[in-house]
């Protein structure tokens, strides 16, 4: 019975961090440059603001593991990908990024702005912890990718996952935010370009480029 009943509290705990986590989502789709405080968190979750305190110290906290959850989903869907093909191509890694990481409307300016979070206003340990845990993903995502392209070395697969999303983030960020490639008429054109088309044909060179090495990406040139 004590175990039963340290399952329901776990579970409880599990869906209430998820709906405080899904009423900030819901505020930052609303206001996209606003960052909400706690207590309108609260409010948007239907809960005391000294419960939310009780799941994230601060909205840095929360901002990072609403960041993180998105994460999550990317990984999860990428490993899923790797273990029940048998066969993996450039494009479907690529079409798998674009659904979850430059289609989603959050997932590029939130991981944009926790870069900044951690630091400036988050302490060492959970910034710390967080890198850990991404670490430990690029691990498990990398060995998979060497499995399937077997023109990677060990190590490589890390090493093409960081240099990916480094350009899907920061060519991103060059063109402005313009993730649907709309210019503001204060952009320059060089710089407003068509970020999807462009983001497309960077990744497929990236990743050819990669495959085409034979000594290693983390070689010395």
Not at 39 to 64: C, I, N, S
Not at 74 to 93: H, N
Not at 130 to 139: I, P, T, V, W, Y
Request: charged share 25%; proline share 3%.
């Amino acid at each position: 019975m004590v175990i039963r009943q340290r399952a329901i509290q776990a579970q409880d705990k599990h869906e209430r961090r998820h709906a405080i986590l899904d009423a900030a989502e819901s505020l930052l789709l609303r206001s996209p440059k606003r960052i909400a405080s706690m207590a309108e968190v609260a409010d948007e979750a239907g809960l005391a603001k000294g419960t939310v305190y009780l799941y994230f110290p601060g909205k840095e906290e929360l901002l990072l593991a609403l960041h993180e959850r998105n994460i999550d989903s990317f990984f999860l869907a990428l490993i899923a990908l790797l273990d029940r093909s048998a066969t993996v191509a450039i494009d479907d890694v690529s079409a798998l990024a674009r659904r979850h990481i430059v289609e989603s409307p959050l997932f590029l300016p939130l991981a944009s702005r926790c870069f900044g979070i951690m630091e400036q206003n988050m302490s060492g340990d959970a910034a710390r912890a967080f890198k850990r845990r991404m670490a430990d993903r690029l691990e498990r995502a990398g060995a998979e990718l060497e499995r399937h392209f077997r023109e990677l070395k060990p190590g490589d697969g890390v090493i093409l996952m960081r240099h990916s999303y480094a350009l899907i983030l920061g060519l991103w960020q060059i063109a402005g935010s313009a993730a649907e490639g709309r210019g503001d008429g204060a952009t320059p054109t060089v710089i407003a370009r068509n970020y999807a088309q462009e983001l497309d044909r960077a990744m497929r060179a990236l990743w050819e480029g990669s495959l085409a090495r034979t000594g290693g990406l983390g070689a010395a040139r």
